[in-house]
C-alpha cells in the first residue's frame, strides 16, 4: 500500500497569505496526485488532478506543482472561503489513498 | 449536470451486513474513463477510499477492507451498490460516493473523483 503523509496537519493563515501544503507518497506515483477542498459538513471538491492540472472553474489562486513523492498544494493569496481541510489522494496504484488531511483556519 | 445520492440505512447493527446504493444520473457508466467509486470518513477523521467500479465492470478494493467489501454496477437503472459485510462501530462513518474522471495523457493514465454525493451518514450500534 502507498502511504500518503501530508504536512502539516493544521495551519493558521491570514487572508491574503501564500500558503503551501505539502504531500508526500511512501514511494514513486509520478503524477498520479489529486487534491481535495473539504469544507465542514460537506462533500469533498476537486482542486487539482494529475498533479498540477486545475479543476474547471476551480479559481486560479490555486496551484499544484511535484511528482515521484513530494507534491504541494499552494494557495497564492488566501480568500475567507478558501479555509477548509484539504487532502490528497495518490491515483497511481489500483486502490488509491488520501493523505491524513490538513486543516486550514483563520489566524 | 452530474449528480450522485447515496441511500441506505441510518443504522446498522454490528456483525450485520450494510447495503449502499448511489444513484446517479448526468453520464453513462458504460462510458469508457468513467467509474464510480466509495469512500467514507469517520466523524472527524480523514477520508477513507473503500473501492472504485469501471465501466468495463473492473472492480477495485481497499486492500485492508477487501474481503468485507463488494461493488456492483447496474448500467441501465444507473445505479451501484456497496456491500460490506460484519460491520463494526469502527465502520460509523459517512459514506460519499463520486463519480470518476480517467484520462490519458502523455502516455500516462490519470483518475480523480470530480463528482460527489452528499454522503450518508452509517452508524454502527447495538
Redesign the interface.
Known amino acids: 500500500?502507498i502511504q500518503m503523509t501530508q504536512s502539516p496537519s493544521s495551519l493558521s493563515a491570514s487572508v491574503g497569505d501564500r500558503v503551501t501544503i505539502t504531500c508526500r507518497a511512501s514511494q514513486s506515483i509520478?503524477?498520479?496526485l489529486?487534491w481535495?477542498q473539504?469544507k465542514s459538513g460537506?462533500?469533498?471538491?476537486?482542486l487539482i488532478?494529475?498533479a498540477s492540472s486545475l479543476?474547471s472553474g476551480v479559481p486560479s489562486r490555486f496551484s499544484g506543482s511535484g511528482s515521484g513523492t513530494d507534491f504541494t498544494l499552494t494557495i497564492s493569496s488566501l480568500q475567507p472561503e478558501d479555509f477548509a481541510t484539504y487532502?490528497c489522494?495518490q491515483?497511481y496504484t489500483?486502490?488509491?489513498?488520501?493523505?491524513?488531511?490538513t486543516k486550514l483556519e483563520i489566524k | 449536470q452530474i449528480t450522485l445520492k447515496e441511500s441506505g440505512p441510518t443504522l446498522v447493527k454490528p456483525t450485520q451486513t450494510l447495503t449502499l446504493t448511489c444513484t446517479f444520473s448526468g453520464f453513462s457508466l458504460s462510458t469508457g474513463g468513467v467509474g464510480v467509486?466509495w469512500?467514507r470518513q469517520p466523524p472527524g477523521k480523514?477520508?477513507?477510499?473503500l473501492a472504485?467500479v469501471y465501466w468495463d465492470d473492473d472492480k477495485?478494493?481497499?486492500?485492508?477492507l477487501k474481503s468485507r467489501l463488494s461493488i456492483t454496477k447496474d448500467t441501465s437503472k444507473n445505479l451501484v451498490v456497496l456491500t460490506m459485510t460484519n460491520m463494526d462501530p469502527v465502520d460509523t462513518a459517512t459514506y460519499?460516493c463520486?463519480h470518476l474522471r480517467g484520462f490519458d495523457?502523455s502516455a500516462?493514465y490519470?483518475?480523480?473523483?470530480?463528482h460527489?454525493?452528499?454522503?450518508t451518514l452509517v452508524t454502527v450500534s447495538s
Open positions: 500500500d509520478s503524477s498520479c489529486n481535495y473539504q460537506k462533500a469533498p471538491k476537486v488532478y494529475a479543476e487532502y489522494e491515483c489500483t486502490s488509491h489513498s488520501f493523505g491524513q488531511g | 467509486g469512500i480523514a477520508l477513507e477510499w472504485l477495485r478494493y481497499s486492500p485492508s460519499f463520486a495523457s500516462y490519470f483518475e480523480y473523483f470530480q460527489w454525493g452528499q454522503g
